[in-house]
């Protein structure tokens, strides 16, 4: 069995660096599969926002990598919640144009296993298909168990959030 850590070392997962102010510490930690990795680093910065929102796609990803690897309040307003859980311990991490589907391995620990553009999955339904996509590589990961948080109580996965 191995860590995140051990995994990191590995290959099979990679940390999101935040690039935080020097002054702010990092409270809560992103993981990416390798696969969710090459597609921020080669596809996402081609990509133009659907909700035609002055940030670009790679802006609004960047602005929520920072907002919550630096611990900031996530806001759960009544007309868009940033995290949005699923079945099998799989949550929805995302912006107006964007969708990252992972789990939360521990409180504040949260690992991408499949990402997307909002438009694409809603007009093809890949939901389900992103949610299964994490189960199985999530399972095929040599992680200690409990491999993640089970549930979809936000309280449990997210320190500091807050309902409007």
Not at 48 to 76: H, M, N, R, Y
Not at 89 to 108: P, Y
Not at 133 to 143: H, N
């Amino acid at each position: 069995m191995a860590t995140l850590l051990d995994l990191e070392r590995t290959g099979a997962v990679s940390r999101i660096d935040p690039e935080l102010n020097p002054r702010i510490q990092e409270l809560r930690l992103i993981y990416t599969s390798p696969g969710v990795q090459q597609w921020i680093e080669q596809v996402l910065p081609t990509l133009e926002s659907t909700w035609k929102v002055e940030e670009s796609p790679i802006e609004q990803l960047t602005a929520l990598i920072e907002i919550f690897c630096a611990g900031d309040t996530l806001s759960f307003g009544w007309q868009f919640n940033p995290l949005r859980p699923h079945r099998n311990g799989v949550w929805e991490l995302k912006t107006a144009d964007l969708r990252m589907f992972g789990w939360f391995s521990a409180k504040d620990c949260f690992v991408v296993a499949a990402a997307d553009m909002a438009d694409r999955i809603k007009d093809h339904g890949l939901y389900a298909g992103y949610v299964g996509q994490v189960v199985r590589f999530r399972d095929g990961l040599d992680l200690d168990e409990p491999k993640f948080i089970s549930g979809d109580d936000p309280h449990a996965v997210v320190s500091d959030f807050s309902y409007p």
